[in-house]
Each structure stands twice: as C-alpha cells, then as structure tokens.
C-alpha cells in the first residue's frame, strides 16, 4: 500500500512531463472523465460542498480502517482536481489523512487553484475530505 | 467614430500580460477599467491636498471641499438632476438601494406593495425582502419572457393602488437586456408609486437624463463607469428625499446635537453621514468628466458594433446558446457551451489571459428560469476591439475542443 507522501511524489512525476498548461488542463480534464462516480443517492444536499461555483458532492465511508472517497461535480475541471485528491486520500487511515500537506499541489502547477478566494473552493475541498477524516476517527477510537 | 485603439492608451493595465498572454478584458459589467487621467485624479488628490471636507478652515481642508462638491456638480450635469443637493453620493450602487429601502420603512403599512423585476441581481432583491418583513409588505416580481424580457402586460396587472414602489434595473447584468423604463415609470406613476432604477449597468453605456425620465431615485456605482470602487450615488427628487429619514447617524448628518434633541442638516448631507470617500467622489466626477469627453453616443455606437460582431462570430460555434437575446440590449453576451459548465470554459479561457464572468452573476432567479448553473459572460467595452473578440472566439473554440 503507497503512502500518501508516495502517491503525492507519483503525481508530481506524472506532471513533470507536461511542457505547458494545456497538457496540464487536457491531463486533469481527462482524469475527471474517470473520477470514480459517487453513488446517486449520495448526490444530495448534505453531500454539496459549499464554497464551489460549480457544485461538488462527495461521500465518505469507512473500510476497515480506511476510508474510502467517491465524489462527483458538474464541472469537468473540478472532476480532475477532486479525482487528484481522491487519489491521494482514499483508502488511507484517518489519522494518515489529518496530518497529510498538500505542497504537493503547488508543485504540480495547480498553485492558483488553492486561493481560498478561489471559486472553484479546492480549499473547501481539502477540508471537508479532512473533516470526514477526523469524524472516522473519532469514530475508531 | 471613436478610435479603440487610440482610447486604450489611456488605461495601462490593458497592456499587461495575463497567465503570459496579452490580457483581454471583458468583465467590464463587473468593473470597468480605469484610465490614466483617473489614475492622476487619484494621485494628486493624495500628493497635493488631502484633508477633511466641509469643516476646516484651512486652507488644505478648502480644496479638498472645493474639488468634491465641483464633482458633485459633474454628476448633478451628467445625470441632468435639478439640484445638485439631489446627488447623494454613497458607497455605490448596494449603499443607495439600502438607503433608499431603510427610509421606506417608515413609509410603508401591512398589505403595501412592492413591485421588483425578475431580472434583478441579488443586491436587488435581498434589501426589499428585509423591507417587507420589517412592514408586511409584499413583494410583486415581474416575470420576463423566453428572450429575457420584462412582460409588461404582466407590469401592469401587478400595478394597484396598494403599489407604493417598483423597482427594476434599467439594464439587466446577466443578460444585457435593456428595460423599458419609460414605461414602467409612467405607469408606476399613474397608481401613485415612486420609482427606484438601478443604472449600475447603464451608466457606462448610456447618459439617463433623470428629468426627463421623471424618475424618483436612480442609483449608480462608479467603479462601472471608469472611475473607483467604493463610490457611488443615489439620486432621489427632492421632495422624496425630504421624506426619507437620515440613512446613518454620524458627523456632517447633523445640524444641531444636544443630548435631548438632534436637528438634521439639509440635503445632502442628512444622507452623508461621517467623512466620505472624499479622493473617490473626486475620481467619480473625473470618470464622469473621461466618458464624457469621449461622447456617450459615440461609445453606444461603437459598442452595439462590438455586440453585433461577437454575436455572429460566437454563434459560428456549433452548440453554443446565447442567453438574452433581446432586440434591445448592451454589449454583454451571456452564453454557454453544449454539455459544458461556464466553469470550465471560464478556467481555460483565463489561462489564455482572457478574463470573463462565470457563474450565476447574481441572478440566480434568471438562471433558474433557464435552468442552468450559470453562464459565461463577456461584456464589452468601449475600450475593446474586435481582435479582442476574434481572440474570444478562438479561447472558446480550444476550450471546447478540450473539454469534449
């Protein structure tokens, strides 16, 4: 099982071969087209992230001692970004997902994304996969 | 015939780069650029004589009163309003709305009506909800039709003589429908209700002669029309603002203060409560004074060129739907792509260093109508050209191809 510092390293390698911004955008565009679907009947209200111009869902659950994130949002490029944290934080203990910094996100060229004034709301994203995380474990205990 | 490219050497910031691209602007609906001569206005205010208004006796003190209420002047002159103590001069276009729904709280009982469009932005809606539940007066909207029109068969059954205000926007921010406010005054008018028009997108396109019009409150912001953020003005009849009550308590409001009785000053200062935006008020006149110069009818010209133009080139590109597609409208093209949300086409295009507006603009009862998340907004200005454009059409052309 990778950590999430080794998936973190993976997906910076996996940027670093892109020369511009449109390979970038095309590769996060592609990545949303295969995000992993949230099941509907999670599509609901309680499960809207608020914060984002387009609107998100995610859903959380708990497999043995990971948690598992499915998600979906109306826009395509919020896909590419989500299925990127999804990447990184599904099937991780809780505890895993608390401490985890996310420079990495930085370094893949995705810095202006993480304004929290940013519309798209990657920071609300972040949190709310967080708080998920600290809920679980509070739970585990 | 106005020279875009000549004109665009008066604002520095449209020869920056964006994201390592020559900027194109087209938020102008949200706020416009500003122009040099401004930018000095701005400047020297701060550099030569800044100071408190109305109260010193120095000599600093004395121009800075000088220049505001000269710009005061400006206004009064632009908009064509009787008196110049019938400018108010607030923190924009939000400010005067609030003002003016605050003093009708006296003015209104249980069973009043109130009568908005349902082309309003949210600002515009929000503050006569409040109103209503301070009062009990209900709120009447006004629908619009499949182009993004007001039905004014539908005004005019609305209208009673429970009517006591009708407020609609003279242009609609999301859709660049221009309203017909005429007539929507004159037969408010006939049922005894005064009227409030927002010109927040007007202004910059359009000089409203607010006599003829014979309108009771008009509300601006300059950030729209060349000048700075966080300074507007309210204009209001005399004898409307005379029944309003003060907006704020505060310095320059007042007349006389004992801790018995307060008397109020004249107009319009019983609505200026504290010290103003003094450099912004000053920077107004001269945004004022720039458009101005460069002549209202010209830039409408010039302007419905560039809307026609876009118009056709956007809709060479197949599955892309304009919104608000009214004979009678301004230079802003509301539009979306097939299949694909305003967001991404909005996040490519800004990669190509072109800025729009994505989203629902504040007007989430129009997108409702249309049932859609929001829309991509370009809106043009008289400093845009049609290269600008012909660089739109080719950013949204890639932005499909990408996101398809």
Known sequence: MQTIKEIQEEIIDEFSMFEDWEERYQYMIDLGKDLPLIDEQYKTEDHIIKGCQSKVWVHAELQDDKIAFTADSDAIITKGIIAILIRVFSNQQPSEIIEANTDFIDEIGLKEHLSPTRANGLVSMIKQLKMYAIAYQTQLK | ML?????????????????????????????????????????????????????GVHTLSQEATDKYEAARNTIQKHFNAKHNYEIILTAGTTESINLVAQGFTSLLKEGDEIIVSALEHHSNIVPWQMLCERTGAVLKVIPMNLEGELIMEAYNALLSDRTKLVFVNHISNALGTINPIEYIIEKAHAVGA??????????????????????????????????????????????WLNKLPPYQGGGEMIDQVSFEKTTYAGLPHKFEAGTPNICGGIAFGAAVDYMNAIGFEAIATYENELLAYGTQRLLEIEGLKIYGTSANKTSVISFNLEGIHPYDVGTLLDKMGIAVRTGHHCTQPIMDFFKIPGTVRASFSFYNTKAEIDALVEGVKKAKMMLS
Do not use: W
């Open chain 2, 3 to 55: 020279n875009a490219d000549h004109i665009r050497k008066d604002f520095p910031i449209l020869s920056r780069q964006v994201n390592g691209k020559p900027l194109v602007y087209f938020d102008n609906a949200a706020t416009s650029q500003t122009p040099q001569q401004v930018i000095d206005v701005i400047v020297d205010y701060y550099s030569n004589y800044n100071a408190n208004i109305h109260r």
């Open chain 2, 194 to 239: 005064a009227v409030l028009i927002d010109g927040a997108q007007s202004c910059p396109h359009i000089k409203p002669d607010v006599q003829a019009l014979d309108v009771d409150f008009y509300v601006a912001s300059a950030h729209k029309m060349c000048g700075p953020t966080g300074v507007g003005l309210l204009y209001g009849k005399e004898e």
